[in-house]
């Protein structure tokens, strides 16, 4: 047999020479495009910025309807004014209106505070309906016993009260009279209808007439101050003009 015949044999590659052939094939084989080369895996930092929380916006609140009402409320009432942190949590129109209600109810609050004075015979209508009128009747001569001190002149007075309201009124004040710069003394005098402000029940659309005397100084100077109850604004009646307000 030829020595040519016999197919030819190739040994096992092993070891050491297997794994440098088997680089040596990847490296030909992604030379050619056949094999991709594997990317090495990265793990992408985290992003400072996207680790930071954003703050969260003021969101102001509150209309300008809002703030002249609360402010007129505070204004008219107490007189006391909301806190800084509030205000400083409300819309710029809300400020700004709400100093605008609280200057008009202080306003109108310290207006209705101040007692209104005017001429004897002049009629005081309050908001809720109630009206008085206090006419100066002139001299009278207190009786043998009445309870009043030692003046000179002694005027007597008529008081109307007219109950315009919703509601049932009765009197629960009093009145002063000064003459001359010397305070009057109320005449007691039973014999002749002097006995002071009536406490009965006026209801709804009905009046009630009472009269009442002083001991005076001076007849031509001449203030009373007429307190009908704690709801109504004292009234002062005079002889001096320059004080009238109405």
Not at 48 to 55: D, G, I, K, R
Not at 95 to 103: C, I, L, Q, R, V
Not at 147 to 163: H, R, W
Request: hydrophobic fraction near 35%; proline fraction near 6%; aromatic fraction near 12%.
């Amino acid at each position: 047999m030829s020595p040519y015949s016999q197919p030819l044999s190739v040994p096992p590659l092993r070891g050491a020479r297997a794994i440098a052939v088997a680089f040596s094939l990847t490296g030909s084989l992604t030379a050619c495009g056949l094999a991709a080369p594997v990317a090495p895996e990265v793990t992408p930092a985290a992003s400072s910025a996207a680790s930071e929380t954003p703050a969260a916006e003021t969101t102001l609140i509150g209309t300008y309807q809002e703030g002249y009402d609360l402010g007129y409320e505070h204004g008219s009432t107490t007189g006391a004014r909301a806190g800084t942190d509030f205000l400083a949590a409300r819309t710029e129109q809300f400020n700004d209106d709400y100093e605008a209600g609280y200057s008009t109810g202080k306003d109108e609050a310290e207006a209705a505070n101040k007692n209104p004075v005017t001429s004897f015979d002049t009629p005081m209508e309050w908001e809720d309906g109630l009206t008085l009128t206090v006419t100066n009747d002139g001299y009278f001569t207190p009786s043998e016993w009445a309870a009043v001190g030692e003046f000179s002149t002694y005027l007597s007075f008529t008081f109307t009260v007219t109950n315009g309201t919703a509601t049932t009124w009765s009197s629960s004040g009093y009145t002063q009279v000064t003459s001359g710069g010397v305070a009057g003394d109320e005449v007691f005098d039973s014999d002749q209808g002097y006995g002071g402000a009536p406490t009965a029940p006026v209801l709804p659309g009905q009046s009630i007439t009472w009269k009442q005397g002083f001991g005076v100084t001076d007849p031509a100077d001449l203030t009373m101050n007429v307190s009908l109850d704690w709801d109504h604004v004292d009234v002062v009646y005079t002889t001096v003009e320059d004080a009238w307000t109405f």
